[in-house]
């Protein structure tokens, strides 16, 4: 086992973990945290390393009670994102900050937007016709947590719990609904997605939300393959075959995205996230930069690797105002790695970087570690003076 050099100001470790055919990877996983501010004015901001940089997280951590409260953080010791993670945790504020009985609150990546409705107190009503909808009581703001979207808890005697999402709030199963029969009002969820909103309290849907999917909701438990007696029996404690590496995807399956591209740089956009004298309308911008975070591996045959880190993480605290992102990747143990770095090439310093790259082998100089993100920019510039 080697140990990890990191060249970097950023919390980071190297750890050894199996897929779900016995293969034996090394992973190296590393977080870079930002602090910004909101100009009241326009709603811009400005990214700065934080001067505390944000540890890993080594263990899942919620709002209380695991069993009642949605999950806060997450562990960061997994194999393999196969898509990225954005996940928020904020408060919702009325317009104006004046009570209001419903308003919006929205998420823009790019060219993605995603869009929660929020409302008071509210309840399911029994009508002759079928379930409606009480109107909701007037509120100034509300936690953007999946303890307000639809589900349930199984907190009643013969209310069973609502797999998609057990710590929510609305969802009722036929049963206790008929054996309740002369109740005429329920507690009904106050988030959901106005494109689909919930028409029946037995309805099945998938919680909405910013935050983590805990590892039982059933969207997320699917993916976790057949854990039945012959695995008991035969496999355990390793993954069944049929695991999916999706499994390890955290963020709400509608805030899972295509990985984030390598040097690049993301426009996010929060609209309702914060009170209305801090930014115009309650909207602000954000710019995410993708940074230059590689692994520079040596065998002991004296191989070289360079290998970018991804981007499978970013995790927005509004009302903190910081930005975490976790970047990772892995080889498998078959590369026997005689020693591994981390390192870290700033964003102004990339073009520097390259040319001395490009010196360095034109000169056949001492070789100087580039992640093959940059060595693009680098073929990119010989294509262009052969040109000319």
Not at 3 to 9: A, P, V
Request: negative net charge; charged residues 20%.
């Amino acid at each position: 086992m080697f140990e990890l050099q990191n060249h970097t100001c950023f919390y980071a470790q190297q750890f050894q973990n199996v897929d779900q055919l016995d293969r034996t990877y090394h992973v190296v996983v590393a977080k870079v945290s930002y602090d910004f501010e909101i100009d009241a004015a326009t709603g811009q901001t400005e990214l700065d390393f934080a001067d505390n940089q944000s540890p890993l997280v080594f263990a899942d951590t919620y709002y209380g009670d695991p069993a009642q409260t949605a999950t806060l953080l997450e562990s960061d010791f997994s194999l393999y994102k196969p898509k990225t993670d954005v996940v928020v945790n904020a408060v919702a504020y009325a317009p104006d900050d004046l009570p209001a009985r419903q308003f919006s609150v929205a998420l823009k990546i790019g060219d993605y937007q995603k869009t929660l409705a929020v409302t008071g107190s509210r309840y399911w009503l029994r009508e002759a016709v079928g379930w409606t909808l009480s109107e909701p009581t007037l509120i100034e703001s509300l936690p953007i947590r999946y303890e307000f979207a639809f589900g349930g808890s199984g907190a009643e005697k013969d209310h069973q719990g609502y797999q998609q999402n057990a710590i929510g709030m609305g969802y009722y199963t036929k049963s206790f609904l008929q054996q309740n029969s002369s109740k005429r009002m329920f507690p009904a969820h106050q988030i959901y997605d106005p494109a689909r909103p919930i028409k029946d309290p037995n309805e099945q849907a998938v919680p909405e939300g910013f935050g983590f999917f805990s590892r039982y909701f059933a969207e997320r438990a699917r993916h976790t393959g057949t854990a039945d007696e012959e695995w008991i029996k035969n496999r355990a404690p390793l993954l069944p075959k049929d695991f999916s590496m999706a499994y390890w995807n955290a963020a709400h399956p509608s805030l899972q995205l295509p990985h984030f591209k390598h040097n690049h740089i993301y426009e996010f956009g929060f609209t309702g996230m914060v009170h209305s004298f801090q930014a115009p309308n309650r909207h602000f911008t954000v710019f995410l930069p993708v940074e230059t975070l590689f692994i520079h591996i040596q065998t002991p045959k004296n191989q070289s690797l360079c290998k970018d880190m991804i981007l499978d993480t970013v995790w927005v605290d509004v009302e903190k105002r910081r930005i975490t992102c976790t970047y990772r990747t892995s080889f498998p143990e078959e590369l026997e790695v005689s020693s591994c770095q981390l390192r870290f090439i700033a964003r102004s310093e990339r073009g520097a970087y390259i040319e001395q790259a490009k010196a360095a082998i034109d000169n056949q100089e001492a070789f100087i570690p580039l992640p093959p993100s940059l060595h693009i920019d680098l073929k990119t510039q010989k294509l262009s003076k052969q040109k000319q």
